[in-house]
């Protein structure tokens, strides 16, 4: 039976480090804060800003929420995100995607100060990602190397397969692999001989974003699989890109969702902000 990488119990270990840590500034007198704007009413972000908020509250994180309405002009978020730019009080500014259409999200992006730009999505952290500079980390692929870190599951050496090419999760993994001495190979929907690239993988991270798409054909037996996709299926039920039931027989090591990549991600959030007051 293969090791289940437990996200939960992992992502709580690094919110109780946050803690103390948050605790320690607090005694010196400072304050860490995190300005979360939502725009609209998205079920699935109504969710996240809430997770995030509750992440925010136990840690010590102090929480500005800006919930503006589905007309909100371009023009106006614009001004606010200056706004919070401009605070000194304010470390950390998160705009939640997705937008409503009517808004562009790269301007939105770009308009937030590197300096506060705790999703790590900026082209300068970008940038120091690429070339191994200081900077925030997009908190998916950061999570990922912390699961695998403190699972004591081996990085350096190994050849790890990404099947995705997002700027937010699939190229920002394998640079991250990369820092950590892995051989990397980057894969997606229009890879030739997927199958055969996957089944040379020690650590095969999906990110395709098609529910149970990585089947046991994918993997060769002993991999570690990491599991970032979340779909919700019929019923309710929740799914990975990996279909677990197949997958989990041939493997060492997997993430399950839900529970494993996903609370992660707010974790790593929780610790940018955190980190931010000495960047």
Do not use: W
Not at 62 to 71: F, I, N, V
Not at 113 to 138: C, R, T, Y
């Amino acid at each position: 039976m293969a090791y289940l990488i437990d996200g939960k119990k992992i992502s709580q270990e690094i919110k109780d480090e946050l803690k103390e840590k948050t605790a320690e500034y607090e005694k010196k007198g400072t304050n860490v804060t995190l300005a979360v704007i939502q725009v609209g009413e998205d079920p699935a972000s109504s969710v996240y800003v809430r997770n995030k908020k509750n992440a925010c509250a136990y840690i010590g994180i102090h929480s500005l929420a800006y919930e503006l309405p589905q007309e909100t002009t371009q023009e106006e978020l614009l001004d606010l995100i200056h706004q919070l730019n401009s605070r000194e009080d304010v470390n950390g500014i998160l705009c939640q995607l997705p937008l409503p259409k009517h808004i562009d999200e790269k301007e939105i992006i770009h308009a937030i100060a590197p300096a506060k730009d705790v999703d790590g999505f900026h082209p300068q952290s970008a940038g120091a990602l690429m070339i191994g500079e200081n900077g925030f980390l997009p908190c998916t692929p950061a999570g990922i190397i912390q699961l695998l870190k403190r699972s004591d599951i081996k990085i350096e050496g190994k050849h790890c397969v990404v099947i995705g090419r997002s700027n937010i999760v699939g190229k920002p993994m394998a640079m991250l692999m990369l820092r950590e001495n892995a051989t990397v190979t980057v894969a997606h929907s229009k890879t030739e001989n997927l199958k055969e690239i996957c089944r040379q993988a020690d650590i095969l991270i999906a990110a395709i974003g098609k529910p149970k798409y990585i089947t046991d054909e994918y993997v060769k037996e002993g991999a570690v699989v990491i599991d970032v996709g979340i779909h919700r299926m019929e019923g309710k039920k929740l799914c990975g890109d990996v279909d677990f039931e197949k997958v989990e027989p041939h493997v060492s090591a997997i993430t399950p969702v839900p529970g494993g990549v996903g609370p992660m991600t707010i974790a790593m959030l929780m610790s940018n902000c955190v980190n931010s007051v000495d960047l």
